[in-house]
Structure formats: structure tokens, C-alpha cells
């Protein structure tokens, strides 16, 4: 993750106080602090004051411009004429606005909105830049983003608090604009998945059996809450088999048999492919000496059991519940 430099402190290294730096003003609108400096020196949209030397601090009406710009931009517009905007350039034929003034707008809240129309709720700040970062399609920004949550937060938290609202909101434009944002919603989940596999500690030593098994139901592709849950477990030591989408049910057996797991997470993102007999089959496996045999724990993951919850079968509502219940059961 790229940091502030030289120029986002005073001659001391202490940082100051008025205004923002480069690095926070990147995170603040979803960009790579590289793309900051070279809008401030290919077009002009760097602070109005400046202290000594390259050192920079970003005040509201700065920010304001920057905010401006990564709109324009999101739709499209080359970056030489939303930066001409953005400073307040008016297109032929209009009369010039001053620099720094644009049209009115309600006071930003920290926590409030996305941008470019994606409405958030109440949710925390880093939601704003990755949901911009994705509307541009705007990979390393994304990712620098995203790893930084996870950094920040941990895992859990970051998908819960961060991840998931930003994704439900974009998945809520998609639903709402027809065919529009398709790209945004793959290109974000996208960098989702590799984030979360990124962060993901290595495995010290492989083991003969896994302590939990986890499979998208047979028909089921959303995988993505299933890798956030690998991840986590991996997280903490805890050793995994991951088996993605749509696992058939005989490759699934067959995989519970080779790996003796304590536990089974059977993700179901829809009702139509969460299967009570077959969750009831895997919970009714065996393995081991006679005398000594063992069952696995079953978990009924996602939205898809709603309703269709097995009896016997822990059924936890999110990823921490998830977690917390795998520990139990391995720790035992």
C-alpha cells in the first residue's frame, strides 16, 4: 500500500494539522495517491496553499475539486476536459466559474454516500472510496483499498463493515439500472476474491485431513462469502479444503471421506439449490476405527436455507457466527 511521503509532512516529519494529505485525500476518494499528484501536476488541481517546499495539505475546496473530477471522470469524460471542469473552466460558450466554485451541494457526510449514485446507508468511510475505485474500474486503487481494510480491520470486520455493504450496494444500482453496472459488480468482486486470497496467511505445513470442509451446494456458483470464510479460518490456523461452486454431490462425498473434516460448510445463496437430504447425508457420514467412529459438524451457510433450516444442523447468520462455531468444534 502505497503511503504519504516527504511531501505530506513538515520539515520535522511531524504532520500537521490543517487540511488532509495526499495519501488521505487518496483513500477518502478511492484513488491511488500517484494519481492525486499527477492530476496535480498535468492540470493543475493541487492545494491552493502551499508551505515550504513539495509539501502539501488539502483543504475543502481542494478536496472539492478532486471530488469533482473523479466524478466526471466516472462517466467517462477524458481527464483533461473533467479536470478543466473541475478547475472551473467553463466549456465554449458559458461563463467561466471561478476556481474552486461549482454548483451547490449538501454538506458530505463521513459516513453516508458512495458517489455516482450508490447509496450506502450509514456505513464506514472506506466504503465511499472503494465503491468510486470500482465505478471507475479502477484496478490498482481497488486493491490498494481493499488489502488496506483487511490490514486495518481484520478480516471479519473488514468484510462485514466494509466489503459486503459496498458490494450490496453496487449490486442494488445493477438491479435498479437494467443491464447497467453488470461490469462494475464482476470487476469488484473480482479484486474482492483476490484480495481476500491475498491476504490469506500461507499454509506452514499441509495436513492428511482438514478441519473444515467448504462447498458451494451442487448448483450454487456464488463462492465469494465461502472464500471470505476460508479465508478467515485460514486466518487463524485453522486448516482448510476449499472447493468452490457447484460441487457435485458425489465429489462431495467423496472429498468428505478422503479428508475426515470436523466440520462441512454447505453454502446455499438461493432456495432452490439448498438441499435438506443432502446437508442430513453428509451430517450422517462416518469415518475412523470401529469403536472411535466420527461424525462431521454440518453448517447450513447462506441466505438459501432461510426457512429450509435442518434440525440438528447449526445454521450461523454471518461470517463471524461462522467462525466462531468452526473454532468451537476444532478446538474440541
Keep these: 500500500m502505497s503511503g504519504d511521503n516527504a511531501e505530506d509532512r513538515d520539515d ?173 459488480e464482476h470487476f469488484l468482486s473480482w479484486h474482492v476474491s483476490g484480495a481476500l486470497r491475498r491476504s490469506t496467511p500461507p499454509v506452514a505445513a499441509d495436513r492428511p485431513h482438514a478441519a473444515a470442509v467448504l462447498a458451494c451446494v451442487p448448483g450454487e456458483t456464488h463462492t465469494l462469502p465461502l472464500e471470505a470464510l476460508a479465508a478467515a479460518l485460514a486466518e487463524r490456523g485453522i486448516p482448510v479444503r476449499m472447493f468452490g461452486g457447484a460441487l457435485p454431490v458425489e465429489s462431495l462425498v467423496t472429498a468428505v471421506r478422503r479428508t475426515g473434516p470436523s466440520v462441512v460448510g454447505l453454502w446455499a445463496q438461493s432456495r432452490t439449490t439448498a438441499s435438506r437430504p443432502l446437508a442430513q447425508h453428509v451430517a450422517a457420514m462416518e469415518w475412523g476405527v470401529r469403536g472411535a467412529r466420527r461424525k462431521p459438524v454440518v453448517l447450513t451457510l447462506g441466505p438459501g436455507w432461510t426457512g429450509q433450516a435442518v434440525p440438528g444442523l447449526p445454521r450461523p447468520p454471518g461470517l463471524a457466527e461462522a467462525v466462531a462455531v468452526v473454532e468451537s468444534v476444532t478446538a474440541g
Excluded at 106 to 117: I, L, Y
Excluded at 129 to 139: E, F, N, Q, W
Excluded at 145 to 167: C, F, K, Q, R, S
Design 12 to 184: 520535522g516529519g511531524a504532520r500537521r494539522d490543517a487540511g488532509l494529505t495526499t495519501g488521505e485525500v487518496a483513500r477518502r476518494l478511492g484513488v491511488a495517491p500517484t494519481t492525486v499528484r499527477t492530476w496535480d501536476r498535468r492540470y493543475g488541481l493541487g492545494p491552493e496553499a502551499h508551505t515550504g517546499g513539495r509539501h502539501r495539505r488539502w483543504t475543502a475546496p481542494d478536496i472539492a475539486r478532486l471530488e469533482r473530477m473523479c466524478a466526471l471522470t466516472a462517466t467517462g469524460m477524458p481527464p483533461a476536459e473533467a479536470a478543466r471542469l473541475a478547475n472551473g473552466d467553463a466549456p465554449p460558450g458559458t461563463a467561466p466559474l471561478p476556481r474552486g466554485a461549482g454548483p451547490s451541494r449538501p454538506p458530505a457526510r463521513a459516513r453516508d454516500r458512495g458517489g455516482s449514485g450508490l447509496r450506502l446507508g450509514d456505513v464506514r468511510q472506506e466504503c465511499k472510496g472503494i465503491a468510486r475505485a470500482a465505478l471507475r474500474l479502477d484496478a490498482a486503487a481497488l486493491d490498494e483499498l481493499l488489502l488496506a481494510a483487511i490490514a486495518e480491520y481484520g478480516l471479519v470486520t473488514a468484510w462485514t463493515e466494509v466489503i459486503m455493504p459496498t458490494l450490496q450496494a453496487v449490486g442494488r444500482k445493477w438491479e435498479t439500472s437494467g443491464e447497467k453496472y453488470v461490469e462494475v
